[in-house]
């Protein structure tokens, strides 16, 4: 049988602040040494698929593809780069349709999310193996887990009988209240609805076709309105904004006779407050998840995570069942009965336009990354990193300067028409509303720290003259 890995790659993670933001959401977090974003692609390698289909924002792209340059084998892959979030309904309705274009109908699609934890990687195999059994069959199958508590935060599948194969689903139940849950679990006909699929690319389209038609021909026009350029996919906003924001649970799960439910033999997370990270690493003997510099005294079951451009020591005295999460530019401290209510804080920083909220701390570039060390009035400290062979757009100012020295690997600075070869301990000054451009011209990382000084520092001041990543 033909297989292919669909990922989906999309949300802000907003119970995840500060180490998650829109512009670098959960996916692209590491959790155990990697991406969740690569563990959700090798997942799809251990069951034996070689072809990648990522469903993700135009604004990953980027961060996208240094995930899978960094893999050791990484698949032949298609990235469907969607303008805006538009919910897993339309997500699953294009990725089919592309795979009907690319590959066949008749290939088996599994559908995963790029944010869960699944840590037992064979176990996973061997319940997706049964999955494409049911898949060939026609069968649209979803990965049920076997709920461990009355949890509220997730969807459930009641299921019409009980066994430890497949079965077939009843009823999809949205996300419960606390004695509700409690009933569903006493029963032991419900599962959590894992957001994981398997179906054929034709069988998930005719359900579409029947349930859903106007979903389905707003993403056919959507797709047809695309342009793919190397194995990506980019659509027209206009006609992407016409598919509506609905979950594929809603479309059609909810709807469909033909729905089986895998039980899943492997334990899954989906990773969606800090207590559930805490909960994926191994605790210390006082209950406590955090690096061993870290100086706990009196500290009992609480979860620390620190995040900076330097050392730093960090030391907890008296305190229990915490979370703190520090980063350069954002200071969580929570606790852990509160850790779901942190898009609150999120929300709350919304409404103030805080840019912490869109931006991390690190910031990524097609190019390479850059960080603010410091901001005052008049002035902003900034550590840059570019790629061997990469460059930054060619481009001014018209309300700063810049001051830029070298202190790692080789540049190449223009400043107006004239080329410099800058080495680590030489400086460059950019005057203001001149044209400019840097490049690594090493084989090694360039770091350099830039001083900006002027009236104003934001981001939104860069007028671009040309580009390598086509954002003039």
Not at 288 to 304: F, L, Q, Y
Not at 399 to 425: F, I, N, S, Y
Request: with cysteine; hydrophobic share 40%; proline share 5%.
């Amino acid at each position: 049988m033909r297989l292919l890995s669909v990922v989906l790659s999309g949300g802000a993670g907003s119970r995840l602040w500060p180490a998650s933001r829109q512009a670098f959401p959960k996916p692209f977090m590491k959790l155990g040494g990697s991406t969740l974003l690569q563990q959700a692609v090798e997942r799809g390698q251990a069951c034996g698929i070689g072809d990648l289909m990522i469903v993700t924002n135009k604004d990953h792209l980027f961060l996208t593809k240094d995930v899978l340059r960094q893999m050791a084998d990484p698949p032949e892959t298609t990235l469907l780069l969607e303008p805006k979030g538009r919910n897993t309904g339309p997500a699953i309705a294009l990725a089919a349709l592309q795979c009907i274009q690319q590959f066949g109908g008749d290939t088996v699609m599994l559908v995963l999310s790029a944010d869960h934890l699944v840590p037992d990687v064979e176990a996973f195999v061997a319940s997706a193996s049964e999955a494409f059994r049911l898949a060939e069959k026609g069968a649209l199958v979803v990965f049920g887990i076997s709920p461990t508590s009355p949890d509220t935060g997730f969807g459930y599948v009641e299921v019409e009988h009980v066994s430890r194969e497949s079965q077939r689903a009843k009823r999809f139940v949205e996300k419960p209240d606390l004695r509700t849950a409690q009933e569903y679990l006493a029963t032991g006909r419900y599962y959590w609805n894992s957001g994981m699929f398997c179906f054929t690319a034709d069988a998930i389209v005719a359900a579409f076709e029947l349930h859903a038609p106007g979903l389905l021909k707003a993403a056919r026009h959507a797709l047809e309105s695309s342009r793919a350029t190397d194995r990506a996919v980019q659509f027209d906003l206009h006609a992407f904004g016409l598919q509506p924001d609905i979950s594929i649970d809603y479309a059609v799960m909810e709807r469909a006779d033909n729905v089986h439910v895998v039980p899943a033999k492997f334990s899954w997370s989906d990773v969606g407050s800090w207590p559930s990270v805490a909960k994926a690493h191994t605790a210390d003997a006082s209950g406590n998840t955090m690096p061993a510099d870290i100086v706990a005294i009196d500290t009992t079951g609480t979860h620390v995570q620190v995040d900076s451009h330097g050392p730093k020591l960090v030391a907890t005295l008296g305190v229990h069942d915490l979370v703190i999460v520090d980063t350069p530019d954002a200071l969580l401290v929570a606790h852990k009965d509160s850790a779901q209510d942190v898009k609150r804080i999120v929300d709350s920083l919304k409404s103030r336009r805080h840019e912490t909220v869109h931006l991390p701390a690190v910031v990524h570039r097609p190019w390479g990354t850059y960080a603010s060390l410091k901001e005052e009035d008049g002035y902003k400290v900034k550590r840059i990193t570019v790629k061997s062979g990469e460059s930054l757009s060619l481009q001014y100012h018209h309300q700063r300067a810049e001051h830029w020295v070298v202190v790692r690997g080789t540049a190449l600075v223009q400043v107006g028409d004239v080329e410099h070869k800058t080495l680590p301990g030489e400086y460059r000054y950019i005057p203001l509303k001149e044209k400019h451009r840097l490049t690594n011209i090493g084989e090694d990382e360039l770091v350099l720290i830039e001083v900006q000084c002027g009236a104003y520092l934001g981001e939104d001041d860069i007028v671009r003259l040309a580009d390598t990543y086509g954002r003039v």
